[in-house]
């Protein structure tokens, strides 16, 4: 037996992930779950890690199909609020001018998910006692759930993990600043590691490290593969891009590396196999539309292939 696959028999440690959660609208009309942080909440329950979920949604008929997916892949509702004022989140996904670029996103304004109340949040993170805690910077972008998610990171010793999925809102150099101080490990992809060193004046991760108090960073290349490095900007880990068969969509995949890496971790694998089940699970979100997959089979599947251990029996997967 493999050390994922006897890990994978221990019960995993608990994440709780914060942030937005939404509907991706295509130019077609279809309309998938989305919202990075619901995506990584996702792959985690799917994974059988438990997982708190803090997010806020509209009362409308999106909010119903957010909730009756959650439903389904095992991921409580305690965490997720409603709002009887904003409608839940909405987002149109494009393609790009560049068609190398893959897709442009246009967020709509004022959604549920950036009203987050903190006095509803706190208690439940404090009883869920995780010990990863992820979020992306994309809901700090309104002071409400910004002053939240500062508050619930501020009040849990858990390792804080920012997924950073830099997306055009206004001020993003100051969100995304703001992200990175309240960050123990960073997953960035090789793009936005760009716009960093830009923003902020430092041409090393080293640089950065220093100016953040980052720990840890883990960087996606796309086609060029990963890599990840310590506070010191070292690289201890790397690794080539799996080769896809055929390309679908690539929304969604970052999200998936990151929920993979998170959940190797709470399952209490060494770092480096975590890294390879992300890019396996990374290479297979391509290959559909969304961020996970139509059909609870292939993500049992995909459960298994990555050596999370078969899921529980019960009605969930």
């Given at each position: 037996?493999?050390e994922?696959?006897?890990?994978?028999?221990?019960?995993?440690?608990?994440?709780?992930?914060?942030?937005?959660?939404?509907v991706?609208?295509?130019?077609?009309?279809?309309?998938?779950?989305?919202?990075?942080?619901?995506?990584?909440?996702?792959?985690?329950?799917?994974?059988?890690?438990?997982?708190?979920?803090?997010?806020?949604?509209?009362?409308?008929?999106?909010?119903?199909?957010?909730?009756?997916?959650?439903?389904?892949l095992?991921?409580?509702?305690?965490?997720?609020?409603?709002?009887?004022?904003?409608p839940?989140?909405?987002?149109?996904?494009l393609?790009?001018?560049?068609?190398?670029?893959?897709h442009?996103?246009?967020i709509?304004?004022?959604?549920?998910?950036?009203?987050?109340?903190?006095?509803?949040?706190?208690?439940?993170?404090?009883?869920?006692?995780p010990?990863?805690?992820?979020?992306?910077?994309?809901a700090?972008?309104?002071?409400?759930?910004?002053?939240?998610?500062?508050?619930?990171?501020?009040?849990?010793?858990?390792?804080?993990v920012?997924?950073?999925?830099?997306?055009?809102v206004?001020?993003?150099?100051?969100?995304?600043?703001?992200?990175?101080?309240?960050?123990?490990?960073?997953?960035?992809?090789d793009?936005?590691?760009?716009?960093?060193?830009?923003?902020?004046?430092?041409g090393?991760?080293?640089?950065?490290?220093?100016?953040f108090?980052?720990?840890?960073?883990?960087?996606?290349?796309?086609?060029?593969?990963?890599?990840?490095a310590?506070?010191?900007?070292?690289?201890?880990?790397?690794?080539?891009?799996?080769?896809?068969?055929?390309?679908?969509?690539?929304?969604?995949?970052?999200?998936?590396?990151?929920?993979?890496?998170?959940?190797g971790?709470?399952?209490?694998?060494?770092?480096?196999?975590?890294?390879?089940?992300?890019?396996?699970?990374?290479?297979?979100?391509?290959?559909?539309?969304?961020?996970?997959?139509?059909?609870?089979?292939?993500?049992?599947?995909?459960?298994?292939?990555?050596?999370?251990?078969?899921?529980?029996?019960?009605?969930?997967l």
């Amino acid at each position: 037996m493999t050390e994922p696959a006897a890990a994978a028999r221990s019960s995993a440690a608990s994440v709780a992930v914060l942030g937005e959660a939404l509907v991706d609208a295509y130019p077609d009309g279809s309309q998938v779950p989305g919202g990075a942080p619901f995506n990584v909440a996702r792959w985690l329950s799917a994974f059988g890690v438990p997982t708190l979920f803090i997010t806020r949604l509209g009362l409308d008929a999106a909010a119903q199909a957010l909730r009756a997916e959650m439903a389904l892949l095992g991921l409580p509702l305690r965490g997720v609020q409603a709002d009887e004022l904003q409608p839940t989140g909405l987002v149109q996904v494009l393609p790009a001018a560049d068609p190398q670029q893959g897709h442009r996103f246009e967020i709509a304004a004022e959604s549920a998910w950036d009203h987050i109340d903190a006095e509803a949040a706190l208690p439940l993170l404090q009883a869920h006692a995780p010990r990863l805690v992820c979020y992306g910077s994309l809901a700090l972008r309104h002071a409400v759930s910004r002053a939240a998610l500062t508050r619930c990171l501020a009040a849990t010793p858990a390792l804080r993990v920012l997924d950073l999925n830099l997306r055009e809102v206004p001020g993003l150099p100051a969100l995304a600043e703001e992200a990175l101080h309240l960050a123990d490990w960073v997953k960035v992809n090789d793009e936005e590691l760009q716009r960093l060193h830009g923003w902020f004046g430092s041409g090393s991760l080293q640089g950065l490290s220093q100016r953040f108090g980052v720990q840890r960073w883990v960087v996606t290349r796309g086609a060029q593969g990963w890599f990840t490095a310590d506070g010191a900007g070292r690289i201890d880990a790397e690794g080539a891009a799996e080769a896809l068969v055929q390309l679908q969509d690539t929304v969604g995949a970052g999200d998936a590396f990151t929920a993979a890496v998170l959940a190797g971790q709470a399952h209490g694998w060494p770092l480096q196999a975590s890294l390879q089940a992300a890019n396996r699970l990374a290479a297979a979100v391509c290959t559909w539309r969304g961020a996970l997959p139509a059909s609870l089979a292939r993500v049992q599947e995909l459960r298994l292939a990555l050596g999370f251990g078969p899921p529980a029996a019960g009605p969930t997967l």
